[in-house]
């Protein structure tokens, strides 16, 4: 029942080694910001922040914080040889443009065909925020969603169709969990890898959504 | 023909005009670029019904926090609110405050419209979401797009770095962010910078905001929330 699930940093990991060198790059809130800390050490990518950063480096010291250099995040952040300050909307051109070459958003609910629902639990309290997710879904080149494969209450997040309130449609190349590594294909979704330790029935067992897949799926390689 | 003088003495005398009911377009995101005296100013000022249109909504009592706790807000305009706006939170939630949420590109893409005199476009953000009810869809080379309106102010209070005596504006690093596009959309632009320099002491190469879009200018160095 309670067999060894990817951690969050694993998840992030696992991203991270979808980032191709040279890639212009945008990471939302949660998973999706822990995968900055696994980039391969060979290569080198360009992260963009929406509030108008392009080549932001780590975050910054104590004691070295520059309040006027934030992350969308409001942490203090550094910036690497050859960054650029622009304007919020520059940094939107960038992502409803289709410039950046892969964003990481976290998700609630992937659909099969791609749907993205990632911005509100219906019924939770508060007013809730859209910020940049709808814009970056709809203009990310290649589009990787991170999450945990089920909910809180086990409940599926991959599913036929969405439930939640959409953040984009037809949007998801490549859904990350900590069950498995799926792509989104104009025939459905399929099942590239998956945690090690399961198999390809149970991962489609905690699956809404059809999943295809080759008779053999290989284990996720977890990066150290 | 003299420049007109521009410069105001104190952040109080620069928004000393602002009616009750004015829509007020506020700069900053993340805790940079917020015109924090300029806000308290209002605070002082006490106009009421505004209607704000800005990224967030305030961190407690700072940013605009202190607009909200004092019941001088009526409706907002925002892509993320934030989960630090305790009083705006607690406005909205007793439907005290109206909110519009916008997707955070399409809001500033909204003002660089009626900034740049285009009174809307279509758009791909939002196809198929609550953000598209009530929005005319078209179909442009098979893509689906939704048409967005553009968006305006009678005020933008705005934060950069420095200003010449003509308005000519510099900012830092990522507090640049919504100041310059809200610049261009507001029938008077009020900014509040660090420092004020002769016409001719920034280098023309690196000015963001030509002095065009700016109608007040106020030294005020010093108030921050983090």
Known sequence: MSKPRLTREQIAARAALELPDGAYVNLGWGIPNLVAGYVPRDITVYFHSENGILGMGPRAKAGEEDFDLVDAMKVPVTVIPGAAFFSQVDAHVMTRGGHLDVCVLGGLQVSERGDLANWRV?????????????????GARRLIVTMEHNAKDGSAKVVKRCTYPLTAIECVNTIITDLAVIDVTPQGLALREVAPGWTADEVQGRTEAKLHRADAVPSIKIPR | MTPRNKIYSTVDDAVADIPDGASIMFGGFGGAGFP???????????????????NNCGTGDGELGVLFKNRQIRSVVAAFPGPGAKYFQEQVDASEVELELVPQGILCERMRAYGAGIPAFYSPVGVETEIARGKEERAFRGKRYILEEALGADYALIKAYRADKLGNLVYRKAA???NPIMATAAATTIVEVDEIVEAGGLD??????????????????GQRFV
């Open chain 1, 122 to 138: 219906p019924g939770a309290k508060g007013a809730g925020g859209i910020g940049g997710a709808m814009d970056i879904a709809v």
């Open chain 2, 176 to 178: 640049r962010n919504f």
């Open chain 2, 36 to 54: 924090n005296n300029l806000i308290q100013a209002v605070a002082r000022q006490g106009a009421k019904n505004l209607r704000v249109i800005s």
């Open chain 2, 204 to 221: 023309p190469e690196t000015i963001v905001t030509p002095s065009v879009f700016v109608d007040r200018i106020v030294q005020a160095k």
